[in-house]
């Protein structure tokens, strides 16, 4: 079943004269409980996705056209006060920086209670005991005492269970995750990923997990969209897209990997670098890096087609599986 | 905590010295004492001996160390021209200027807070262009020509308003009379401490704005408005208290600073205060009563910026931790 599913979103930064656009129409589903991936380089417009599927681009951002249906309605049309009881309720968000996220004047607890008492009518006390049981489950030692401290008084692993605590306080549907380890010690990061893979697979919530690792990627999610310059340009199957990437750019990600790389020599990374809102080039985003650029590639943005297990954007790839099924045929 | 309070105790009373220090050393250069003391017709001798005995050959540190010894005891010589402690002089026009000083900042106080608030929420509304015009204009007009276009539209031209004096005020304890007991002494301190705030007023209004603005752009914020929390309580619980936290420190500067703006305020508005005082001791070279003044306003600058940073140690949740590892 459908939780979510996008459609043509579009996403633009009004600035001063004509606004760049920084989603360029896309599409994509989440089933209920299911896991996906976001990967790519930065500035591929992963964080933005997140944001606009809860309404909370910043200025100047702003959604310019699609649909995001959730649970069948449409975020895009939806008031500011039915967004808001969405939020934190249905769909929850976990942010990159544990350090930066908590509110620094306020307590754990009441950081929590509000959470609850804005979306359920509860005294004050039922709000702390369900408090109290969330930080149980996400492992938080003492968590009475917890309650009354301040976020500067914790450290950056413990803070990040509490954002997770928080996230999970209205069992919602959906967790947006936006590199949610990646501001933390590395010796925590493991510990993090499978405490948030554990509430997730329990609770059976989608998760969108925003991140630059592909190997947590291959360990968490179930599905995976590689998004290059504001697309998504392949998707599918997690497995099949490390097994068997389509794409050339995912192909160079997957190449790029350490794991994939023999001891003692260097990473293969893809070279020259991912293009800016202003400096998009005609045709497909990464044709000035990529090996296999025809004139097609330089002329015409490539749509999106179904191969197997995956979707891809690409017209070398067409082109091969074409020909692949002329061979075929011919046989 | 104690070890917090003792550092800032110490820290005041370094302050304190550098301003006794600094309002002595102004004393040796402002007459010559004996001249107030003995007019023209004593000859060199009698001075030369007077000198010796009142100790002004003495080294400058041994002098200064005497002034301090003194005015620990609550000495700080005595006014030529009131034949009074000066001290005493000081403290019986202090509850004047004190009264201008709170009647301003309760102006300052009760308008900056919901109007930087609201030209930071509403940063584009006609209101929030029109606040941010006119506080240009605030900080940009001085304050004696603030008094003086309010005493000519409000007093002169339109009669509405008392354009000098306390008018009148009732007796609290000691010194202490009040404006604030009778329907003339409000009339009286409002135009004031209006002026005296024209400065300050602004200035808070633009500094809260800033400061409000920034903390919106927050994580934290973000991440409360990704919570679903109503914008109400992310504007007063979440955003305000982390507003407040760097405007207090400043705040407490600004007041004191406002004591020395009150000597401008005070002569427009023939306010019989501590202010107009100091302007009329620097015309008659009353130079006892110009030291006393300088310390007794060293002193309320010093004794206001310990209490706001006390005040900000107890609000602040990130201090405390701090000042339990002192
Ligand atoms: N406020 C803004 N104004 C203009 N452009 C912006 C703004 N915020 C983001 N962008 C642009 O939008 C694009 C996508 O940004 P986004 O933050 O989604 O990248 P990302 O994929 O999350 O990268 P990272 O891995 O670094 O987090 C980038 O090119 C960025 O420069
Ligand atoms: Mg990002």
């Given at each position: 079943?459908?939780?979510?599913?996008?459609?043509?979103?579009?996403?633009?930064?009004?600035?001063r004269?004509?606004?760049?656009?920084?989603?360029?129409?896309?599409?994509?589903?989440?089933?209920?409980?299911?896991?996906?991936?976001?990967?790519?380089?930065?500035?591929?417009?992963?964080?933005?996705?997140?944001?606009?599927?809860?309404?909370?681009?910043?200025r100047p951002?702003?959604?310019?056209?699609?649909?995001?249906?959730?649970?069948?309605?449409?975020?895009?049309?939806?008031?500011?006060?039915?967004?808001?009881?969405?939020?934190?309720?249905?769909?929850?968000?976990?942010?990159?920086?544990?350090?930066?996220?908590?509110?620094?004047?306020?307590?754990?607890?009441?950081?929590?209670?509000?959470?609850?008492?804005?979306?359920?009518?509860?005294?004050?006390?039922?709000?702390?005991?369900?408090?109290?049981?969330?930080?149980?489950?996400?492992?938080?030692?003492?968590?009475?005492?917890?309650?009354?401290?301040?976020?500067?008084?914790?450290?950056?692993?413990?803070?990040?269970?509490?954002?997770?605590?928080?996230?999970?306080?209205?069992?919602?549907?959906?967790?947006?995750?936006?590199?949610?380890?990646?501001?933390?010690?590395?010796?925590?990061?493991?510990?993090?990923?499978?405490?948030?893979?554990?509430?997730?697979?329990?609770?059976?919530?989608?998760?969108?997990?925003?991140?630059?690792?592909?190997?947590?990627?291959?360990?968490?999610?179930?599905?995976?969209?590689?998004?290059?310059?504001?697309?998504?340009?392949?998707?599918?199957?997690?497995?099949?897209?490390?097994?068997?990437?389509?794409?050339?750019?995912?192909?160079?990600?997957?190449?790029?990997?350490?794991?994939?790389?023999?001891?003692?020599?260097?990473?293969?990374?893809?070279?020259?670098?991912?293009?800016?809102?202003?400096?998009?080039?005609?045709?497909?985003?990464?044709?000035?890096?990529?090996?296999?650029?025809?004139?097609?590639?330089?002329?015409?943005?490539?749509?999106?087609?179904?191969?197997?297990?995956?979707?891809?954007?690409?017209?070398?790839?067409?082109?091969?599986?074409?020909?692949?099924?002329?061979?075929?045929?011919?046989? | 905590?104690?070890?917090?309070?003792?550092?800032?105790?110490?820290?005041?009373?370094?302050?304190?010295?550098?301003?006794?220090?600094?309002?002595?050393?102004?004393?040796?250069?402002?007459?010559?004492?004996?001249?107030?003391?003995?007019?023209?017709?004593?000859?060199?001798?009698?001075?030369?001996?007077?000198?010796?005995?009142?100790?002004?050959?003495?080294?400058?540190?041994?002098?200064?160390?005497?002034?301090?010894?003194?005015?620990?005891?609550?000495?700080?010589?005595?006014?030529?021209?009131?034949?009074?402690?000066?001290?005493?002089?000081?403290?019986?026009?202090?509850?004047?200027?004190?009264?201008?000083?709170?009647?301003a900042t309760i102006i300052i106080i009760g308008l900056s807070v919901p109007l930087g608030i609201y030209t930071a929420i509403r940063p584009n509304s006609i209101l929030s262009r029109a606040i941010m015009a006119i506080s240009i204009i605030g900080i940009s007009i001085p304050v004696f020509l603030t008094a003086i276009l309010m005493i000519y539209f409000f007093?002169?031209e339109l009669?509405?308003?008392?354009?000098?004096?306390?008018?009148?005020?009732?007796?609290?304890?000691?010194?202490?009379?009040?404006?604030?007991?009778?329907?003339?002494?409000?009339?009286?301190?409002i135009m004031?401490s209006i002026a005296l705030s024209s400065i300050m007023l602004p200035m808070f209004i633009r500094l809260i704005r800033a400061e409000m603005m920034e903390v919106m752009q927050?994580?934290?914020?973000?991440?409360?408005?990704?919570?679903?929390?109503?914008?109400?309580?992310?504007y007063?619980?979440?955003a305000l208290?982390?507003t407040l936290?760097p405007v207090?420190?400043v705040g407490?500067?600004q007041?004191?600073t406002m004591?020395?703006y009150?000597?401008l305020t005070?002569?427009?508005?023939?306010?019989?205060?501590?202010?107009?005082?100091?302007?009329?001791?620097?015309?008659?070279?009353?130079?006892?009563?110009?030291?006393?003044?300088?310390?007794?306003?060293?002193?309320?600058?010093?004794?206001?910026?310990?209490?706001?940073?006390?005040?900000?140690?107890?609000?602040?949740?990130?201090?405390?931790?701090?000042?339990?590892?002192?």
């Amino acid at each position: 079943m459908t939780l979510l599913s996008v459609r043509d979103l579009t996403v633009k930064f009004g600035t001063r004269g004509t606004p760049v656009t920084a989603l360029h129409g896309i599409s994509f589903d989440v089933a209920r409980g299911e896991r996906v991936g976001v990967v790519g380089e930065s500035g591929a417009g992963k964080s933005i996705t997140g944001f606009a599927l809860m309404n909370l681009l910043s200025r100047p951002g702003y959604i310019d056209s699609g649909e995001i249906l959730f649970e069948g309605k449409d975020v895009t049309k939806m008031s500011d006060r039915e967004i808001r009881r969405l939020r934190g309720n249905r769909m929850a968000m976990i942010f990159q920086d544990p350090m930066v996220t908590l509110n620094p004047v306020l307590t754990i607890g009441q950081q929590m209670i509000e959470t609850l008492r804005a979306h359920r009518r509860l005294s004050y006390d039922d709000a702390r005991q369900i408090s109290l049981v969330k930080l149980k489950e996400v492992y938080i030692p003492s968590p009475e005492a917890r309650l009354d401290q301040y976020p500067h008084e914790l450290s950056g692993g413990m803070r990040q269970r509490i954002v997770i605590a928080i996230a999970l306080l209205l069992d919602p549907q959906l967790i947006i995750a936006d590199e949610p380890t990646t501001a933390l010690d590395v010796t925590i990061q493991a510990d993090i990923m499978e405490l948030l893979l554990e509430m997730c697979r329990s609770n059976m919530v989608g998760l969108m997990l925003i991140t630059h690792d592909l190997g947590v990627v291959s360990q968490v999610t179930e599905r995976t969209l590689v998004m290059y310059a504001g697309r998504i340009i392949e998707s599918g199957k997690t497995r099949a897209i490390i097994n068997d990437p389509q794409h050339p750019y995912t192909q160079g990600l997957i190449n790029a990997l350490p794991q994939q790389t023999p001891p003692g020599t260097r990473l293969r990374q893809i070279p020259g670098s991912m293009p800016t809102l202003s400096t998009m080039p005609p045709g497909c985003p990464f044709n000035p890096r990529c090996e296999l650029a025809t004139d097609v590639c330089r002329a015409r943005m490539p749509e999106i087609t179904q191969f197997g297990e995956v979707q891809v954007a690409c017209h070398e790839v067409k082109r091969l599986h074409a020909e692949l099924a002329e061979l075929e045929g011919a046989q | 905590m104690f070890a917090y309070l003792v550092k800032r105790l110490l820290q005041a009373i370094a302050v304190m010295l550098a301003i006794s220090l600094i309002a002595f050393a102004i004393q040796g250069n402002l007459g010559d004492p004996l001249r107030e003391l003995l007019g023209q017709s004593v000859s060199e001798e009698v001075r030369q001996q007077l000198r010796e005995d009142l100790g002004l050959n003495d080294p400058f540190l041994v002098q200064y160390w005497r002034f301090l010894g003194s005015a620990l005891q609550g000495d700080l010589g005595t006014s030529y021209f009131f034949k009074e402690p000066a001290l005493e002089v000081i403290l019986k026009k202090l509850p004047a200027t004190m009264e201008l000083v709170f009647g301003a900042t309760i102006i300052i106080i009760g308008l900056s807070v919901p109007l930087g608030i609201y030209t930071a929420i509403r940063p584009n509304s006609i209101l929030s262009r029109a606040i941010m015009a006119i506080s240009i204009i605030g900080i940009s007009i001085p304050v004696f020509l603030t008094a003086i276009l309010m005493i000519y539209f409000f007093s002169v031209e339109l009669g509405w308003m008392p354009s000098f004096g306390r008018g009148e005020t009732v007796h609290i304890i000691g010194s202490w009379d009040t404006n604030f007991l009778t329907v003339d002494g409000w009339a009286h301190i409002i135009m004031p401490s209006i002026a005296l705030s024209s400065i300050m007023l602004p200035m808070f209004i633009r500094l809260i704005r800033a400061e409000m603005m920034e903390v919106m752009q927050s994580e934290y914020v973000r991440f409360a408005r990704a919570k679903g929390i109503a914008p109400g309580r992310i504007y007063f619980v979440h955003a305000l208290k982390n507003t407040l936290l760097p405007v207090i420190t400043v705040g407490g500067v600004q007041i004191g600073t406002m004591v020395a703006y009150t000597i401008l305020t005070e002569t427009v508005f023939s306010w019989p205060g501590m202010g107009s005082m100091f302007l009329e001791a620097v015309n008659r070279v009353d130079t006892p009563l110009i030291v006393a003044y300088l310390i007794v306003v060293g002193f309320i600058f010093v004794v206001t910026n310990t209490i706001v940073d006390l005040i900000y140690g107890l609000v602040n949740p990130t201090v405390k931790l701090a000042r339990m590892g002192a």
